[in-house]
C-alpha cells in the first residue's frame, strides 16, 4: 500500500470516529471504540471466505465424527490462520438482518463473540468490546458503525479487492496494518492531550536496528532463529525482524524458521500485537501481557536476537516488591557479580532509580541471551534509549552497576546517536545500543561509538514531534560504519562521525577525597546563648523566648496555646509528634542544662580562641573532673559544637591514635599498595610518638569527589592532581567506587568558530548604515 492509500484509509477510519460517535463518546475516547473495531473488522474479514467451509467442518465434527471438543488445527486448516469463529454470524451477517430490537442485535453479537478462539476471545477482552458493543447499541450507533466498518470501499485485508464502481483497492499487508495502527494512536492520543505516538518506533528506526542485529551475521544464520522484545507494543519490531530475514527480495533471503515472542504491558496494545501475529501465522501464545519487569516470562528460554524501544523516564516502583525485599534483591536478573577497587568479586545492586527502569529492560534482554555452547553467534541485541542510560547514576548506583556489567563483560558493540526529533513521542536525542555475547574478530574488547546525530532529511509536515526521518542512504552509512569498525573523523557538521574505544576507557574511580577537621574553639556569651535552643526546633523557640522570657521554664499549659497558634500562623505544618516534643517541658529544661553547663566551662576556660580543639577536649575533661561533674558524651559534644566552628588556621582534630609496630605498617602498606611516605595520603600520619600514627576526623564541607580513569592510578592522581592545592588532603580508600559512564558530547564536540573581530565590525558599521546613522543621533556623537 502506497502513502496516498494508506492516507486515505487513515482518513476513513478517522471520519467513522466524527460521524458516528462525535455525540456518544468524548473524543479523547474515540480510541477505545475504533481501535478493537479496526482488529475486529480485520479478522472478520479475512474469515467471510471461508465462513461455509468452516461451519460444514463444525458439523462433521460435531456430528459424524462426534467430537466433544473441536479439533483446532483442522478448523486452522479451513481458514487458512490461527484463528476462526465458529458461529454462523459475520459482521456484514449481522449488519444485514439488523433490526430495532436491540435485545436481539445484542444477542446476536455475543454468540458471535462466543464462536471465536479463545485466543480472539482474550483480544475481546483486552479491548473490553462487549461492553463497548453494548454502549453503542445503548446509543443507537451500532448499526451506523458497523455500516462503516463492514463498507465496500474499505480494504483492511491482505488481498486485493474491486470496490462497487471497478477500482482496485490494494491490500493491506501486515506491515501496513501496522502503520494504520500506529497513526491511529498517534492521533488518538494527540487528540487526547496525551504524549503523540505513545506506541510508535518510526519504521526506519525499526529498519536500522535490524541491518545492525543480523547483517554482521547474515551467514551464519541457524534454521530456526528465535526473536524477542520485553516491550513489544503492537509488534512493530518484531514483524519487521521477520520480515527482514525472510523477504525473498531482501538482502538476507534466509529460508529460516522464525519465532516471535513478546510481552507487552498495556492491554490494549497488546491485543494489536496479538491479533497482528495471528493474521501472520505466528504463534500467539509467544506474547504475553504483564509487566516484564516484576514476572520473569521465557525465564527457561535463549534467543538469537533481541530487540526493544522501552519506555523512558518510566516509574516501576509498582513492580519493586517483586523485584526487591528491604536491600535485597530477589530476582537474579537483576543481581550483578562486579569487582571492588580490590578486585575482589562482590555483588552489587543491578536496581536503577525506581523513577526510570528502562535500563532494567537492556538487563531482562541481557539474561536471555544464548550461551556460545547454544548457539554459533550467541546473541544480538538492539535497543532504544534517551540519554540517560548513557551517564544518569552515580559510581554504585543501579543505572553505573549495570553499564559496568554490560561493558566489563564486553557486551556492547556499538552505541548509535540519533537524530533529534525523530520519534514521534519526544524531541530528546536517542541512542540504539548494540550488544552481543560474541563479538567479530578484531573488535573484541571495543566499542564503536557512531554519532549519525546529523544524518537525516526533514520531513515536509511535521508528524508529532517527528520532523525529520533516516532514508535508506543513512541507514547503509551507519550500516557500514558498524561493519568497518573503524574511526571516521568528521569533516562538515552534517557528517556521520566514529571513534573506537576500548571497554575500560569507559570506566572510572568516584574517590572521595577527605581534608581534616579544624577547629577554633571559645567560651563567648552570644556561642553559649546558641545552647538555649535545640536545631530542630530553634525558630520558633527563639520565638517563644522572646515571647516569654524566663517564663518558658515554668507555668507551661498556660502558654502552649499561643505557641501552637504562632505555629499555625506562620503555615509550619509540623506533625504530631514535632508539636509535642516541642510542648514539652523537658525540651526546654535540658537545653537550659547545656547552657548552664557551657557557663560553668566558661568559668574554667575563660574566653581565650583555642586553635587546637584536641587540647580543649583534653582541658574540659579536667574541668568536669575538677568540679566533680559526670556528663555524658553527647551533652559535651553539644556544648563544643556551640563553641567550636571551622577555620583552616584552627590545628586538625584527631580522631584516633593507632599504635602500630613495623610488622602492622608493613601489613598496612601491602593492602593499600604504596610506600611509608604516601601514607598521609590515605590518611595515616606519624604521631609524637615512635609507633604511634595519627587519623584526623574529616571536614564534611571540605570534602571532594573526584573521578579517575580506570586506566590511571588512583594514587598518582591524587598526587598530580589534588596534593599539590591541598597539601593536608588523603583519600579514603574504603569510599571508593567504581562507575562507568558514557558522554557523547565530550567524545564528539565540536566547538564553533568564532567570528573575528573584523567581520563583527563590518557588520556593525554596515547596519549603523542601513539605518542612516541613527546610533549616533541617539548617542549624541559620542561614537
Not at 530 to 558: C, T
Not at 669 to 675: A, K, N
Request: charged share 30%; glycine share 6%.
Amino acid at each position: 500500500m502506497n502513502q496516498a492509500s494508506h492516507q486515505k484509509l487513515i482518513s476513513f477510519i478517522w471520519s467513522i470516529a466524527n460521524d458516528c460517535l462525535r455525540d456518544v463518546y468524548v473524543r479523547g475516547k474515540y480510541r477505545d471504540v475504533i481501535l478493537p473495531m479496526v482488529v475486529l473488522r480485520r479478522l472478520d474479514a479475512l474469515l467471510e471466505g471461508t465462513k461455509e467451509q468452516l461451519l460444514d467442518e463444525v458439523r462433521f465434527q460435531k456430528e459424524d465424527a462426534g467430537l466433544v471438543e473441536l479439533d483446532e488445527n483442522a478448523l486452522f486448516d479451513v481458514t487458512g490462520y490461527q484463528f476462526y469463529n465458529t458461529s454462523k454470524w459475520t459482521l456484514q451477517g449481522i449488519l444485514s438482518v439488523a433490526s430495532n430490537n436491540q435485545a436481539l442485535l445484542e444477542d446476536r453479537f455475543m454468540e458471535y463473540f462466543n464462536g471465536f478462539d479463545s485466543n480472539v476471545k482474550e483480544i475481546i477482552e483486552k479491548f473490553k468490546l462487549r461492553s463497548q458493543v453494548r454502549h453503542m447499541l445503548q446509543n443507537n450507533v451500532m448499526v451506523s458503525v458497523l455500516e462503516k466498518f463492514t463498507s465496500p470501499y474499505i480494504n483492511l485485508t491482505p488481498e486485493s479487492k474491486l470496490d462497487p464502481d471497478g477500482r482496485t483497492m490494494p491490500p493491506l499487508s501486515n506491515l501496513g496494518m501496522g502503520y494504520v495502527f500506529e497513526e491511529l494512536i498517534r492521533k488518538f492520543n494527540e487528540e487526547n492531550n496525551e504524549e503523540a505516538g505513545e506506541h510508535f518506533t518510526p519504521r526506519e528506526v525499526i529498519e536500522l536496528m535490524t541491518n545492525m542485529l543480523i547483517l554482521p551475521v547474515k551467514d551464519e544464520l541457524p534454521p530456526v532463529i528465535t526473536v524477542y522484545d520485553p516491550a513489544c507494543g503492537s509488534g512493530g519490531m518484531l514483524t519487521e525482524s521477520q520480515n527482514f530475514i525472510n523477504d525473498e527480495n531482501g538482502t538476507i533471503q534466509s529460508k529460516a524458521d522464525v519465532y516471535l515472542y513478546g510481552k507487552e504491558i498495556n492491554p490494549e496494545t497488546y491485543a494489536i500485537c496479538k491479533s497482528d501475529m495471528m493474521i501472520k501465522g505466528n504463534s500467539a501464545q509467544n506474547i504475553r501481557c504483564g509487566s516484564t519487569l516484576s514476572t520473569n516470562e521465557f525465564q527457561n528460554m535463549g534467543f538469537d536476537f533481541c530487540l526493544s524501544n522501552p519506555p523512558y523516564g518510566k516509574s516501576y516502583s509498582k513492580d519493586l516488591p517483586d523485584l526487591k525485599d528491604g536491600n535485597d534483591i530477589i530476582d537474579d536478573r537483576f543481581k550483578l557479580q562486579l569487582r571492588d577497587y580490590w578486585g575482589e568479586v562482590v555483588p552489587e545492586d543491578g536496581l536503577p532509580r525506581s523513577s526510570d527502569g528502562q535500563l532494567l529492560f537492556l538487563m531482562e534482554m541481557v539474561t536471555k541471551m544464548k550461551s556460545l555452547k547454544d548457539s554459533p553467534f550467541g546473541t544480538r541485541i538492539a535497543s532504544v534509549h534517551n540519554g540517560s542510560s548513557l551517564f544518569t547514576g552515580n559510581a554504585g548506583g543501579g543505572e553505573s552497576n549495570i553499564r559496568r556489567h554490560l561493558f566489563e563483560g564486553d557486551m556492547v558493540e556499538a552505541i548509535v546517536q540519533l537524530p533529534e526529533n525523530l520519534f514521534y513521542n519526544t524531541g530528546i536525542t536517542t541512542y540504539i545500543w548494540l550488544l552481543t555475547n560474541k563479538k567479530r574478530p578484531g573488535t573484541e574488547g571495543k566499542v564503536a561509538l557512531i554519532d549519525a546525530s546529523q544524518r537525516f532529511e526533514k520531513l515536509k509536515k511535521n508528524l508529532g514531534e517527528k520532523n525529520c526521518e533516516l532514508k535508506e542512504h543513512h541507514i547503509k552509512e551507519v550500516l557500514q560504519a558498524l561493519l568497518n569498525f573503524e574511526t571516521v573523523e568528521r569533516l562538515e557538521d552534517e557528517d556521520l562521525a566514529v571513534k573506537i574505544f576500548d571497554n575500560r576507557e569507559f570506566g572510572y574511580h568516584q574517590v572521595t577525597v577527605e581534608r581534616p577537621l579544624r577547629l577554633m574553639t571559645q567560651f563567648t556569651d552570644e556561642n553559649i546563648q546558641k545552647l538555649r535552643f535545640n536545631d530542630k526546633h530553634a525558630e520558633i523557640m527563639k520565638w517563644a523566648w522572646e515571647e516569654f522570657g524566663d517564663a518558658v521554664y515554668s507555668s507551661w499549659r498556660q502558654k502552649e496555646e499561643r505557641i501552637l497558634a504562632y505555629v499555625e500562623e506562620m503555615e509550619m505544618n509540623l506533625k504530631e509528634k514535632d508539636k509535642k516534643q516541642l510542648l514539652d517541658p523537658k525540651i526546654w529544661s535540658n537545653q537550659k542544662e547545656l547552657m548552664e553547663l557551657a557557663n560553668a566551662l566558661k568559668q574554667e576556660l575563660g574566653q581565650e580562641v583555642f586553635d587546637d580543639f584536641n587540647e580543649v577536649e583534653a582541658m574540659v575533661k579536667q574541668a568536669l573532673k575538677a568540679r566533680g561533674l559526670k556528663v555524658g558524651t553527647p551533652q559535651k559534644k553539644k556544648v563544643l559544637e556551640a563553641v567550636s566552628w571551622e577555620a583552616e588556621e584552627g590545628m586538625p582534630v584527631i580522631e584516633k591514635e593507632l599504635k602500630m609496630d613495623d610488622e602492622q605498617v608493613n601489613e598496612l602498606m601491602t593492602r593499600l599498595r604504596c610506600r611509608e611516605d604516601d601514607l598521609g595520603l590515605y590518611g595515616y600520619h606519624p604521631g609524637p610518638k615512635q609507633g604511634v600514627w595519627l587519623t584526623y576526623k574529616a571536614s564534611t564541607s571540605l570534602r571532594d569527589d573526584e573521578q579517575v580513569p580506570y586506566e590511571e592510578d588512583v594514587l598518582e592522581f591524587v598526587k598530580r592532581e589534588v596534593t599539590p592545592h591541598r597539601p593536608d588532603a588523603w583519600i579514603d580508600v574504603d569510599k571508593i567506587k567504581l562507575g562507568c559512564e558514557v558522554s557523547f558530547n565530550k567524545h564528539f564536540f565540536r566547538p564553533k568558530k568564532l567570528r573575528s573581530i573584523e567581520d563583527i565590525a563590518r557588520d556593525i558599521l554596515l547596519a549603523e548604515k542601513a539605518s542612516d546613522g541613527m546610533i549616533a543621533q541617539i548617542l549624541g556623537g559620542h561614537v
